[in-house]
């Protein structure tokens, strides 16, 4: 079992950026892809961006290519997301998520199994 902590939210202007961590334990890291995640106010949670074990495959929902890049850390067990161009829309509560160790790279929430709390970004004038 792996547990996730995340870091890095905040209060930005549009047009700035954040870069959001995952710090991963109990587990081996390399064992896991991963993923972010976000959930709007009164919005359903939603696929942001994944990645593979090695690093080397990314994924990313249309609504954030180009702006928002996925990373990972193997030998700090971390993940990040760095986001550039935020933009209003782009505020919700942040969460890194592992699916089963072993399972490939997915942007399908419900293959999903282990989760952080989550981080707060908040994007506003």
């Known amino acids: 079992q792996v547990r996730l902590v995340e870091s890095g939210g905040g209060l930005v202007q549009p047009g700035g950026s954040l870069r959001l961590s995952c710090v991963a334990s109990g587990s081996t890291f390399t064992s896991y892809t991963m993923g972010w995640f976000r959930q709007a106010p009164g919005k359903e949670r939603e696929f942001v961006a994944a990645?593979?074990?090695?690093?080397?495959?990314?994924s990313y929902a249309d609504s954030v290519k180009g702006r928002f890049t996925i990373s990972r850390d193997n030998t700090k067990n971390t993940l990040h997301l760095q986001m550039n161009s935020l933009k209003p829309e782009d505020t919700a509560v942040y969460y890194c998520?592992?699916?089963?160790?072993?399972?490939?790279?997915?942007?399908?929430?419900?293959?999903?199994?282990?989760w952080g709390r989550g981080t707060q970004v908040t994007v506003s004038s």
């Open positions: 990645i593979s074990w090695s690093g080397g495959a990314t």
């Open positions: 998520a592992a699916p089963p160790a072993g399972y490939p790279l997915s942007t399908d929430l419900p293959k999903y199994r282990y």
